[in-house]
């Protein structure tokens, strides 16, 4: 496993992390709990240190639940991060909401539910735009100064919302979308502004909510099965391009002895600013798949012809 320093916080993430979103769930189908927790503890044992949770992932917060009984005895051997800035109203919709008094009472349910004193990484998770941004992050930089947080991240924010981030409350990392078809982050000049101001960047939606590992049959939306309506590419025409591009993908692979989700993996890890690649493993065999990215790059050449792949695919 390979690590990196993680922005200005001090801390060393490994390259391939933890996501857990799945573990709530439901949004990407029926996700067996006792298999998720051995993911956790089979990514741990491969050499990645980093979960990352979220309050919102999963009705009663159920994902840091499931996170707070996996890394139970081993708490000493993760960096541990979660959001604050999404609450489940009734019915399971979603709520952006920033207040002080709010972001508190998060904090201390979260610290619950992971059963832990303290959270490594704590992030706003989405910017809400009903509440004044600067009190949000000053209200961050109090917990920090309790020592319940050692670094403060931000999730979806535009440049603009992380430039007052890095002014208020001196931000370690970023977390945007980031995968072989969705490449908005770097469009937008998120990555490149990560990488100018120091800031680690985690990428999520990596493997594009399981797409870009090619073992997927085309998801249908409904119940908890909801990554269709999530990724824009799960419709009829996305998939069909998607299958065109991971055909090349598996060449790649093929030549390296590896699957494809090591490719796609690795595209992500290459692209300029990135420190660390979400992935959302609910079984140990996948979690065993993803860290194996880490023992190997991708090529200039096997980069280029990636590129002029999705130039002809894609578009």
């Not at 099965?225 to 391009?241: H, I, M, P, Q, V």
């Not at 060449?251 to 660390?276: P, R, Y």
């Not at 880490?294 to 200039?300: G, T, V």
């Amino acid at each position: 496993m390979r690590y990196k320093k993680l922005g200005n916080s001090g801390i060393e993430v490994s390259v391939i992390a933890q996501g857990t979103w799945a573990m709530g769930n439901d949004f990407f189908g029926d996700v067996d709990e006792g298999l998720a927790m051995k993911a956790i503890r089979q990514s741990l044992d491969c050499g990645v240190n980093l979960v990352d949770t979220a309050r919102a992932y999963g009705e009663d917060c159920a994902s840091e639940r499931v996170v707070g009984r996996a890394i139970k005895g081993v708490r000493d051997k993760v960096v541990l991060a979660t959001k604050v800035g999404v609450l489940r109203a009734y019915g399971g919709n979603y709520v952006k909401c920033s207040d002080p008094n709010v972001m508190r009472c998060e904090l201390e349910e979260s610290l619950r539910n992971l059963q832990t004193d303290f959270i490594d990484l704590y992030q706003i998770h989405w910017p809400d735009h009903n509440n004044p941004l600067e009190p949000a992050l000053e209200t961050m930089l109090q917990f920090k100064q309790e020592g319940k947080i050692r670094a403060i991240g931000v999730s979806n924010f535009s440049i603009e919302e992380m430039q007052t981030a890095v002014k208020v409350a001196d931000i370690s990392s970023v977390q945007p979308p980031l995968n072989l078809l969705n490449r908005s982050s770097l469009g937008n000049g998120v990555l490149d502004f990560c990488a100018k101001n120091g800031l680690g960047v985690l990428t999520y939606g990596s493997l594009g909510g399981g797409i870009l590992t090619g073992k997927m049959k085309q998801p249908t939306i409904g119940g908890n099965e909801l990554r269709g309506a999530f990724y824009s590419f799960y419709d009829d025409a996305g998939w069909a391009k998607a299958q065109k591009l991971l055909a090349v993908l598996k060449e790649i692979a093929d030549a390296h002895n590896a699957a494809t989700a090591e490719v796609s993996i690795n595209w992500v890890l290459a692209q300029k600013g990135v420190t660390t690649a979400l992935l959302g493993a609910t079984t140990p065999e996948m979690a065993i798949e993803n860290a194996k990215a880490a023992d190997w790059e991708l090529s200039a050449a096997e980069l280029a012809k990636i590129e002029s792949a999705y130039a002809s695919v894609i578009g």
